[in-house]
T-cell receptor, first 108, second 115 residues
Framework: DAKTTQPNSMESNEEEPVHLPCNHS???????IHWYRQLPSQGPEYVIH???SNVNNRMASLAIAEDRKSSTLILHRATLRDAAVYYC?????????FGTGTSLTVIP | GAVVSQHPSRVICKSGTSVKIECRSL??????MFWYRQFPKQSLMLMAT?????????EQGVEKDKFLINHASLTLSTLTVTSAHPEDSSFYIC???????????FGPGTRLTVL
């Protein structure tokens, strides 16, 4: 299974942009890059996913490096509700293997 | 759309008893359902993958006779923890995907406490 590396924790000020990095140097050509987030005692919530091109949706943007060995989840304006553990997951198909994720703290 | 429910949300049982957890896709038909386990302050660990009408595929190290999975319809999968012991206490989460969507939709989780 392709491995992802994320910082254990990050902090951001409220209403500031947040860039959450993920390294995946062993990614294969068929691996999709998924981002999910999880609040305490809840199931993970879908954020965004992509394969090669940058992606935008109402929640976030996903910037994928040209060599696909890293990606960055961008929250354009952090709110207190964005405080969560963010997981970057690689998947060639439909099975997900979660890494340790990044715990994001949003400071009011 | 794409809502997944789990029942119960919380269960406490005595050691040696069996516990069944239900996972339902409420507004879509799920090609595949997945079961995860999460211990406190740890990440999610995939336990098994199940397709409707087929036997589940278990991850290495997961006892298939202890964690029985039934996926009888496109909207329902159940996980039964048989002869539960305190070390089985954990947060159990299911997810479901839609063929071709490359996205999993997660349930809210079930907190199992075995006394």
């Amino acid at each position: 299974d392709a491995k992802t590396t994320q910082p254990n924790s990050m902090e951001s000020n409220e209403e500031e942009p947040v860039h959450l990095p993920c390294n995946h140097s062993t990614i294969s050509g068929t691996d999709y890059i998924h981002w999910y987030r999880q609040l305490p005692s809840q199931g993970p919530e879908y954020v965004i996913h992509g394969l090669t091109s940058n992606v935008n949706n109402r929640m976030a943007s996903l910037a994928i490096a040209e060599d696909r060995k890293s990606s960055t989840l961008i929250l354009h304006r952090a709110t207190l509700r964005d405080a969560a553990v963010y997981y970057c997951i690689l998947s060639p198909g439909n099975q997900f293997y979660f890494g340790t994720g990044t715990s994001l703290t949003v400071i009011p | 759309g794409a809502v997944v429910s789990q029942h119960p949300s919380r269960v406490i049982c005595k050691s040696g008893t069996s516990v069944k957890i239900e996972c339902r896709s409420l507004d879509f038909q799920a090609t595949t359902m997945f079961w995860y386990r999460q211990f406190p302050k740890q990440s999610l660990m995939l336990m098994a993958t199940s397709n409707e009408g087929s036997k589940a595929t278990y991850e290495q190290g997961v006892e298939k006779d202890k964690f029985l999975i039934n996926h009888a319809s496109l909207t329902l999968s159940t996980l039964t923890v048989t002869s539960a012991h305190p070390e089985d206490s954990s947060f159990y989460i299911c997810s479901a995907d839609i063929l071709g969507s490359w996205t999993q939709y997660f349930g809210p989780g079930t907190r199992l406490t075995v006394l």
